[in-house]
């Protein structure tokens, strides 16, 4: 039996889905074998749409139907998360087992913790994750930076530090620190995150520490809880999946090339914190931005923390209705409410109509107050801070600002 924490390079023993999986189709078979056994009763994956620029998220319960998701679309910016809550009833009336990214897990969990998702009833599938990509960037680097027509691509990739692009003529690559100097490249909050190994999913897959014969045949695969461990021993038992230990120098590298992410993740979090300006030109900056806003609620429907039946910026007394822009109270109700939960996936910014950076703004605010909270958000199911009030707590924070009045709190170095 696997445990927690144990690790294998797996791979399908179908050559269908050997052959179309991104590295081993681990992933496809362990979706496949789940459903098959009736272990879950729908599985939710990414498939490729008009092109591979267009990820789909789509809900299968015929196994011959898994393969048609395999392989990984690095424009796949979409969040998995709060389709469970809209469309799928929070996983209460069905299990479903889902293939996520770190921030489809952290999504997942922020909901599980708000009862807007039956964590019992979910198995995930977690995807190691170096960063995505929007669309429209892809497609203009490609032509600007790769000087090839985006719809001869057939494949694109993301592998040691380049950005790959395959077409019938063969292979190009540019490196991905080149392109993201000139403003292309991965999306602003995924160079800024560090959720890059899933390990709150139930498995965490990826290609990174797969070295030797088996580069590029097979999936790195570590088992990340019991409900995991069960899938992964079965599908193997059932002779879908075949393993063998990783070689540890694999182990070694894939250590190394996820802390050096961590690291590249902590240095982009500088830069753009920094170059947010402090004080009133921060204020400033924040004011003039959103000022463009068109209060379309993207930012709102779209964030896995906002749950809310009827949200605070539609009350009259709070945003005057009919007013564009809004009063700087719409994007205030939003820092008060969701910064300290939020999990950096991007998808108020990327949806703004405006090109208003919210997840920056949002995630600003959300690293200083784990800073001074401790509160990690999207890891487990510790609920967020203003559910959860401890008296021994509270009592230390008052004590440890020096005074009987909450005044003294922030330092300046
Ligand atoms: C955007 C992205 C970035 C990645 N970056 C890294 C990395 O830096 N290092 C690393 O070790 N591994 C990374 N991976 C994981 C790796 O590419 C493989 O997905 C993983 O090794 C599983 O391989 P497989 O052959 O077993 O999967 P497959 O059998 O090919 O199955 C892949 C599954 O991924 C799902 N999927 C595809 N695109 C998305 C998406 N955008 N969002 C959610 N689900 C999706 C599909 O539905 C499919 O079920 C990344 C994956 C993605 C999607
Ligand atoms: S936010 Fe992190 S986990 Fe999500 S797509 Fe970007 S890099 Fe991947
Ligand atoms: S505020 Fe934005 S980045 Fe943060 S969780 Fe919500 S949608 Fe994602
Ligand atoms: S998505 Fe952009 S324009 Fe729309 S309400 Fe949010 S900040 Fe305003």
Not at 12 to 24: H, N, P
Not at 380 to 404: F, I, K, Q, Y
């Amino acid at each position: 039996m696997s445990a927690k924490g144990d690790m294998y390079y797996a791979w399908s023993t179908d050559a269908d889905l050997l052959a179309k999986g991104e590295c081993g189709g681990a992933v496809s078979s362990l979706l496949k074998y789940a459903l098959e056994s009736k272990m879950v009763d729908a599985v939710l994956a990414v498939k490729k749409g008009a092109d591979i620029y267009d990820a789909v998220p789509t809900l299968i319960t015929d196994p011959e139907e898994i393969a048609q998701a395999a392989g990984s679309l690095h424009c796949g910016t979409l969040l998995l998360s709060k389709l469970f809550k809209k469309y799928l009833n929070g996983a209460n009336d069905m299990k479903i087992a889902v293939t996520v990214k770190g921030c489809d897990a952290m999504g997942i969990y922020e909901l599980a913790k708000r009862q807007q998702i039956n964590l019992d009833n979910v198995v995930m599938i977690g995807l190691n994750c170096g960063g995505t990509v929007s669309p429209v960037t892809a497609r203009k680097m490609i032509a600007d930076k790769f000087e090839t027509d985006p719809d001869t691509v057939l494949k694109e990739e993301i592998d040691k530090g380049q950005f790959i692009i395959e077409t019938a003529d063969g292979h190009k690559g540019i490196k991905i620190d080149e392109l993201e100097e000139e403003g292309y490249g991965r999306r602003s909050n995924c160079r800024r995150c560090k959720m890059k190994v899933p390990r709150q999913a139930d498995l965490a897959c990826g290609n990174w520490g797969v070295i030797g014969d088996k580069a590029g045949k097979a999936t790195f695969v570590e088992v990340c809880s019991e409900k995991g461990a069960e899938l992964l021993d079965a599908a193997t038992k059932a002779g879908k999946l075949a393993t063998e230990a990783p070689n540890p120098k694999g182990i070694e590298i894939r250590g190394k090339v996820e802390n050096a992410m961590l690291k590249l993740g902590d240095s982009w979090r500088a830069r753009d914190f920094e170059a947010l300006g402090e004080g009133s030109d921060r204020l400033k900056k924040i004011l003039n931005e959103t000022s463009r806003c068109i209060k379309c609620y993207q930012c709102i429907d779209n964030c896995p923390i906002c749950y809310c039946v009827e949200c605070s910026t539609k009350k009259p007394y709070l945003v005057k209705p009919g007013e564009i822009p809004p009063n700087f109270m719409f994007h205030l109700i939003r820092f008060a409410h969701i910064s300290d939960s939020c999990i950096n996936c991007g998808q108020c910014q990327e949806l703004c109509a405006m090109d208003i950076p919210n997840s920056l703004f949002m995630h600003a605010l959300q690293v200083d107050l784990q800073e001074m909270f401790g509160f990690v958000p999207g890891v487990d199911m510790t609920l967020p801070l203003l559910a959860l009030v401890e008296e021994n707590e509270e009592r230390d924070r008052l004590t440890g600002t020096g005074s009987d009045q909450i005044f003294n709190i922030f330092q300046k170095e």
